[in-house]
């Protein structure tokens, strides 16, 4: 991962705050936990916590007791991770001494075996994690066997270790990504909502339609494209809980997983080079790092039309199922479809942030193009017809993507694409992208964002319909 966009840059572009850790070390620096054990815990979970807090602290983290992370009243200190090891009574869990479930991640440890068999859809494994975090109202859970550990996170990954208790490599490279990097929806102060401002029946939107549709059609029968867990078909402990499950989902009726995504057209200006000649009125330009020099790109405003949080993307109903996101003088906006009403089905996506950061990260490839590579394909069909965006819980296969695609993001830590993080790796990874294809003399024509342990951003020329099909024709998807 090559910071080729500073954090001021990424602080004004995105709102992403320029603290945000994004490499493990400042991921490390910054995390504190605490161990709220139960009254009684299994000898293995004992020896698995006395391991793990012991790596924290030999990674620089502040692995504290429950004294010293507690305020007055008993309640945790926002800001601190809970590892809580073993079954609680309703009384006693760690939910009842946090503020909000924004405030603290809370790990679930377990001394049995994660509740998956070999033979589960990935669906199925969804479910099955996403009943326990509400059963225990958690956000991660760690499962402890006698021969191995597993972590589960809400976005249906799951990651199996295979030593009985936690190592030093699996605790920084991937453990601690998943506690510092909190998935949390857009807040409504974050966005413009403009409801009913969407017009369906224009042309664009209905040439959009059709390729949505396609889609749609292309998915229907795959098991990886992760639908929909109902928030009614959890199991809580009370109604206390349940109301706080719907508020921690911005009282949405369940999780959705994946978006389709239509980049409409935008005007793109060519880059400028960064140096003593700059006139001192294009210094609110974005400065780039590729290669060996630094080039100005224009932030345009960026227009994206995108399944609405919550929709069945594989029975697309085009009329109420896709809204218009985008960035207009840098501030944020959500249309929704006109003559919808107000209500549930307007809520943004968990995703928003990675959608615009891949909405300005095209434009800026555009703009860069335009300078290094005047008659670029890419730069062309953005300006004329705009890029499609796939993203989904699984992987497509080696062979499955045409030329023109470059894969960045396998290195990169794991972290769950609704995150700032994952926004920023997005940004970055475009400009990596670019970059072996300016080294290899290869047209650039689009990019396939691997995300560890959680899925695969495909961006580019390729309409929706063909990338569905690509990647349902592979056998690796």
Request: aromatic share 6%; net charge neutral.
């Amino acid at each position: 991962m090559s910071n080729s966009i500073s954090p001021a840059s990424l602080q004004r572009i995105l709102g992403i705050d320029k603290e945000t850790p994004l490499g493990l070390d400042a991921m490390c620096a910054k995390l504190r936990c605490v161990l709220y054990p139960a009254r009684t815990i299994p000898k293995r979970l004992e020896r698995f916590c006395e391991a793990l807090t012991g790596i924290m602290r030999s990674l620089g983290i502040s692995a504290e007791s429950c004294s010293e992370s507690t305020l007055p009243g008993g309640k945790f200190r926002p800001g601190t991770v809970i590892l809580a090891p073993g079954m609680f009574a309703d009384s006693e869990l760690a939910i009842n001494r946090v503020s909000t479930l924004y405030n603290n991640i809370i790990v679930g440890i377990y001394d049995e075996p994660p509740p998956l068999t070999a033979a589960a859809t990935p669906q199925e494994r969804l479910d099955a994690i996403v009943r326990r975090l509400a059963r225990d109202m958690v956000h991660i859970l760690i499962y402890v066997t006698r021969h191995s550990w597993t972590i589960c996170t809400m976005n249906g990954g799951v990651v199996t270790f295979n030593t009985p208790l936690p190592t030093r490599d699996a605790v920084r490279g991937t453990l601690v990504p998943k506690l510092t990097a909190q998935v949390v929806p857009p807040r409504p102060e974050d966005l413009d909502f403009r409801h009913a401002a969407l017009q369906v029946g224009n042309p664009e939107f209905r040439r959009a339609a059709v390729d949505f549709l396609g889609c749609s059609r292309a998915w229907a029968s795959s098991s990886y494209l992760l639908t929909h867990t109902s928030t009614d078909s959890l199991e809580y402990r009370n109604d206390f809980y349940r109301k706080i499950v719907a508020r921690y989902l911005d009282h949405r009726s369940g999780m959705s997983y994946g978006f389709f995504a239509r980049q409409l057209p935008v005007r793109v200006l060519p880059a400028m080079p960064l140096d003593e000649s700059t006139p001192k009125d294009e210094e609110s330009k974005v400065p780039v790092r590729i290669g060996n020099r630094t080039l100005l790109v224009d932030v345009p405003d960026v227009r994206v039309l995108t399944t609405r949080s919550g929709c069945r993307k594989n029975h697309l109903d085009i009329e109420t199922d896709l809204v218009e996101i985008g960035l207009e003088n840098g501030a944020a906006y959500l249309k929704t479809p006109a003559g919808l009403a107000e209500g549930p089905v307007t809520k943004p996506s968990f995703d928003t942030l990675t959608i615009l950061a891949h909405a300005l990260g095209n434009a800026f490839i555009a703009s860069i193009l335009k300078t290094v590579n005047p008659g670029s394909t890419f730069t062309g069909m953005l300006e004329r017809g705009g890029a499609s965006m796939t993203h989904w819980h699984g992987y497509p296969d080696g062979g499955a993507m045409p030329e023109g695609y470059f894969v960045h993001g396998t290195d990169n830590p794991p972290v769950s694409c609704s995150t700032p993080q994952s926004a920023a790796y997005s940004l970055f990874g475009k400009i990596e992208a670019l970059e072996q294809a300016l080294l290899t003399g290869a047209e650039y024509l689009g990019d396939v964002h691997v995300e560890p342990n959680h899925g695969t951003n495909i961006v580019g020329v390729l309409s929706l319909e063909e990338t569905a099909l690509l990647l349902n024709r592979s056998p690796g998807y």
